[in-house]
Structures are given as C-alpha cells and as structure tokens.
C-alpha cells in the first residue's frame, strides 16, 4: 500500500471511532478503509454507502454483487474483484458469466432479469449513457427505485475501484490475478501469464 496502515494509537479520537464502527460492521478494518481512515469524515460517509449498496439495497443480492464485480473490472480493482468473485457465484451469478466478465467477454445469462441489468450496466459504464431500449427493458424488472439503487452502487463500486488503484492496496498474494491484462498495478499485452 503506497500510505502506511494508521497505528491505533496514533490516530485520532474521530479516527478510532470510524475504525471501532468497521471493525463492528465488517469484522476488521481492511483494504480500502486503511486508506478512508486518512480522511475519516469521508470514511464516515463512504463506509455508509458502501453499506447500503451492499446490505439494504433494493437489489437482490446476486445483483449487488453482479455490480461490484462489474465496476472491479471497470477499473481493473483486483482487491475487490478477488473478495467478491466467490460471493457473485454464492449469490446465484453463473460462474461462467462471471469469467466472461473477468476476460471481458459478454457473459450470457439464463435468467433475462440478469441479463437487463448487465446491459444496463455495461451500457453506463462503457458508454457513460443508456439507450432508451435498455433503459425501459432495466425498469420494467427493477423499476425507478432499482434503477437509483444500481447507479448509486456502480457510483461507490468505481469509487472504491479509483481508491484501491490509486493507493495500490493489498493486492491478496495468495490469490492468482484475476484479469488476463492486469499484472500488479500495470496493464500489460502479453495475456500469457509471465
């Protein structure tokens, strides 16, 4: 990590209570929060929307996570893309979709609920707009609350992505790297491992 992890008896009062309210909420302080923790009233703020997105969101889950892995590799996020692949998988995304996604390759979906909100999705990302068609065929399964609720987590998903890229976190070295193009913090042309 390119900051070094703020020892707990150096932080401040507003900083121990941010770490005492992650570690409540998500078991530990990891990843990304070692680096919010430097600004801790943004801390405050992100770990409540990434909260949201993540456990009270009108999205099923599955979905939640289907966001996650899809900003992750937006941003080439191979910290969150290594802790949430699994999850996608647990949830109900087939593993193959999530494969396709990690080789960006267009995943095909069983389930067309699945397959509107990839499309709707890739479509902001990619294209940073919606066609009218993906658009209406997205709220005709998850309506304007669901609509909201997607942007808002692509929005933290990318924001997180920006923050673990930026500050070069952990990048898990027990794990293989999860995308054929990224090698550590670098895009690399030779797909072939070495």
């Known amino acids: 990590m390119r900051l070094p992890v703020i020892k707990p008896d150096a932080m401040t009062e507003r900083q121990q ?8 909420r998500r078991g530990a302080v990891r990843g990304p929060f070692q680096v919010w923790l430097y ?33 992750a590799r937006h941003w080439d996020a191979q910290y969150s893309w290594n802790a949430h692949a699994g999850k996608a998988v647990e949830a109900g995304i087939p593993l193959a979709a999530v494969e396709a996604i990690a080789a960006r390759r267009t995943p095909e979906f069983d389930d067309p609920e699945d397959e509107a909100f990839f499309q709707f999705c890739r479509e902001l990302l990619d294209e940073h707009f919606v066609t009218d068609e993906t658009f209406e065929r997205a709220r005709s399964y998850f309506g304007p609350q669901g609509l909201v609720d ?45």
């Open 150 to 194: 997607a942007v808002g987590s692509l929005g933290n998903f990318s924001m997180l992505g920006m923050c673990l890229n930026a500050f070069q976190v952990d990048l898990q070295p027990d794990r293989e790297p999860p995308f054929p193009d990224v090698r550590g913090y670098r895009r690399v042309t030779d797909t072939s491992g070495s």
């Open 17 to 24: 209570e941010m770490r005492a309210r992650i570690a409540g």
């Open 39 to 71: 600004s801790p009233d943004l801390c405050d703020r992100v770990e409540a929307l990434g909260a949201f997105v993540r456990f009270e969101s009108s999205l099923p889950l599955r979905l939640r996570e289907l966001s996650l892995l899809m900003a």
